[in-house]
């Protein structure tokens, strides 16, 4: 079935220091999500792409949509502490319209 | 302020007790969603309401049901709880136009059986 698999799983950095998550499909994405999970706290959708190569920021946070539409990555540069949180990717299951498949998500820890 | 409501937001429930949350929206999105989370894992989806059309997930265990008795509420009832259905329950909400799919989710409703 789908998959959509994301890497690393936790990530710890320093305050300051950039971060990168991956995200890779089984299959071609007609587009992909990423939210945001703060501790205690319930998934915040940040953006979707659409667009085959598509890159969109939102200040610090930079989102790309890879040209095969099977694979994202968001990088945040600068962390700072309120950075924290789980980022999911998450894709639409091919056989139901608005149904998601979440990636395991990248649990960020920032050290300040 | 359109929003994503749940209730309770804690819930503590005995071993095999039935119990019900529940999820209420203001955003009138015609689709509404339960997921289950466990610690460190990410949302997974039991079912999701189209309007009144409901979708089960095949993975969902039948001791999971849910109504919807309008556009505005949808209910999660566990017929018998199982220690294993400790675990966070998220609404969401999405408008399901062609092309949209962004959800919204509740704050969430954190589930004990004891």
């Known amino acids: 079935g789908q998959q959509v698999m994301q890497i690393p799983q936790y990530q710890h950095v320093q305050e300051g220091e950039d971060f990168t998550t991956y995200c890779n499909s089984s299959t071609t994405l007609s587009n992909i999500q990423w939210y945001k999970q703060r501790p205690g706290g319930h998934p915040v959708f940040l953006i979707q792409l659409v667009k085959s190569g598509e890159v969109k920021k939102q200040k610090r946070l930079t989102f790309q949509f890879g040209e095969a539409k099977k694979n994202s990555s968001l990088h945040i540069t600068a962390t700072q502490t309120t950075d924290v949180g789980t980022y999911f990717c998450a894709g639409p299951n091919g056989g139901s319209q608005g149904n998601l498949i979440f990636g395991k998500g990248t649990k960020l820890s920032v050290k300040p | 302020d359109a929003m994503v409501i749940q209730n309770p937001r804690y819930q503590v429930t005995q071993f095999g007790k039935p119990v019900t949350l529940s999820c209420s929206q203001t955003l009138n999105h015609n689709v509404m969603y339960w997921y289950q989370q466990k610690s460190s894992q990410a949302p997974k989806l039991l079912f999701h309401y189209y309007d009144k059309d409901f979708n089960n997930e095949a993975d969902t265990p039948d001791n999971f049901q849910s109504r919807r008795p309008n556009t505005s509420f949808c209910f999660l009832d566990i017929r018998s709880p199982g220690l294993g259905d400790a675990a966070m329950y998220l609404c969401?909400?999405?408008?399901?136009?062609?092309?949209?799919?962004?959800?919204?989710f509740g704050p969430g409703t954190r589930l004990t059986v004891t």
């Open positions: 969401a909400t999405s408008r399901g136009d062609r092309g949209v799919y962004e959800q919204y």
